[in-house]
């Protein structure tokens, strides 16, 4: 659409995710993009994505990407860390739409932050093990040493709500006891529901830790592309309207990404994502 | 099949759960039964059940059997507790064969153990919120006072090999108190993971309380049920049968798996339980 001879696109954003986590992602970009409609969706029958097969994670994120297309969105924002390390490059060649996944936000900013070059990356089995935020770093910053650790244990931890118990404090000891040896400088949370371990995450790094979030940076990273292609909304002081698909039942969704969002959601619809 | 007179069945035993842990099922069964060929299903692309909606744990249950009837199997276990909690009884309407669940064995079990009628149950959220536990061992002894406690990270902590460790013993004395508190002397280790918890669980609750296992007990009720209806092999000198199918990469269960029944897991395959 051109207004003015500003090209602009009043069309919503997608989001997807594995399930309830990539609200953190969703919550940055409502803040940053405040105009901005959003049609989410969480793919909750099918959650985790981290512990599954490369084939069947790209097969899962190939359906959440058509789901979404069918909603005439303008833009595609990969949520999940482990379909965005796994899916992300067979999508954008599979699919005429840009598509932004929280990888490649959260390495730039990792490299920006680090000052000894030495990098730790958390997250799932499956992003952990598909080396995609590593790879990228190293590409980003040559002389980087980058190590990265699985903490499966952390989804749960968030989900069960003792994000600042001693149960958390203690599994984060055993899990980034690796990365403190190294003497890391810099901790990516390549998970979307770390954000909200960060004050454990903290305490047991130490204060001269940086913790790049790349929820955030991947909300900065959406309205950059919007701006360059010119997708951005025209008429941003209303009030927006966003949408929630799930594929299970909505009200786990409703209560815990409630608190997440910290604002109630409404607005969920149940799709059978396996039949679409 | 009548040999001199007497009815024998040489068909597999099929058994099913939502992944690994239904391994501590077929490991009773394989002591219990050492003649019986079995065919093993977990439905490794889909783990797990305890999280999701009573509709979404029906049609997977559902597909799960489909796939063992079309292998010709003599009967069906539920090695899964929030499968056996939620579909057993939709399954044994829907289908013609013995299908044999993990709540009722354990409840009998529990019944018989208790001296101060006051037992508790833990499990994933599915198992405990369908209170099937609950409310069979209520039917068995009506003066039982019983508390179902869900405890979600115990299954990643299986998996993570902590199950004797700091993090393990502080999540159990977290989920456990209650029960503490309400002096249960039994406990129903409601998940098929948490046998493998035992030692943990018997240290926080103390030596008096007697653990449950429902999977020692299904066994048992598996081979009562192919006795009572002339099921068993005739030829039970032999070495057996073990077949695996998964749904997702067999790899992880192969490792993990090779861990809980302590031999190596050969012959698995892999299929698409979607789209049988």
Known sequence: MEIGGILMDNRPIGVFD?????????????EQLPGEDIIYF????????????????????????????????????????????????????????P???????????????TRNNKIGVIGTSGTINSEAYQTKIRQLNKSSEVIGIPCPLFVQIVEEGWADTDVAKLAAEKYLMELKEHNVDTLVLGCTHYPILRYTLSKV?????????????????????????????????????????????????RRIGGNILRKEIRNIEKVDIENL
Chains 1, 2 share one sequence.
């Open 99 to 113: 598509i932004i996944g929280v990888i490649e936000p959260g390495a730039n900013a990792s490299v920006l932050a």
């Open 42 to 97: 969480g793919d909750t029958a099918r959650i985790p994505y981290g512990t599954r097969s490369r084939e069947t994670v790209i097969k899962y994120s190939f359906q959440c990407i058509k789901f979404l297309l069918s909603k005439d969105i303008k833009a595609i924002v990969v949520a999940c860390n482990t379909a965005s390390a796994i899916a992300l490059q067979e999508a954008t060649k599979a699919f005429d739409i």
């Open 18 to 30: 594995s399930g309830i986590g990539g609200l953190t992602v969703l919550k940055e970009i409502m």
């Open 205 to 253: 790094m130490g204060e001269d830790v940086t913790l790049v979030n790349p929820a955030f940076e991947t909300a900065k990273a959406v309205k950059d592309i919007l701006k360059e292609k010119d997708l951005l909304r025209n008429d941003v002081n209303r009030k927006p309207s966003y949408q929630f698909y799930v594929s299970d039942d909505p009200e786990k969704f």
